[in-house]
Nanobody, 124 residues
Framework: QVQLVESGGGLVQAGGSLRLSCAAS????????MGWFRQAPGKEREFVAA????????SYADSVKGRFTISRDNVKNTAFLQMNSLKPEDTAVYYC?????????????????WGQGTQVTVSS
């Protein structure tokens, strides 16, 4: 059983940056692909970024490509989401998730474990 805890959310002005962290425990972190998703009020949870277990492969939603960077540290059992050039439409609760496969996955139903989420609010 993997436990995931996100941190790093907050309030930032448009154009600013935030770095989210996802600390994992209870499993072999290096065996899990990791993903970041977000959910805005009244909307479905959507894919943001994913990284393979090794860190060699990544995937991004078109809406964040070039602005967000996903990474991981398999020694510290932590995944990261660096968010630059933030826009008001990036406002959402951000969730990290883990899947037991080794490859990049982009859909919520492919993930086995979820964190509790961290709020990101971007003001205009």
């Amino acid at each position: 059983q993997v436990q995931l805890v996100e941190s790093g959310g907050g309030l930032v002005q448009a154009g600013g940056s935030l770095r989210l962290s996802c600390a994992a425990s209870g499993g072999s972190f290096s065996n899990y692909g990791m993903g970041w998703f977000r959910q805005a009020p009244g909307k479905e949870r959507e894919f943001v970024a994913a990284i393979s277990s090794s860190g060699r492969a990544t995937s991004y939603a078109d809406s964040v490509k070039g602005r967000f960077t996903i990474s991981r540290d398999n020694v510290k059992n932590t995944a990261f989401l660096q968010m630059n050039s933030l826009k008001p439409e990036d406002t959402a609760v951000y969730y990290c998730a883990a899947n037991s496969g080794l490859i990049v996955r982009r859909t919520t139903n492919m993930y086995n474990y979820w964190g509790q989420g961290t709020q990101v609010t971007v003001s205009s």
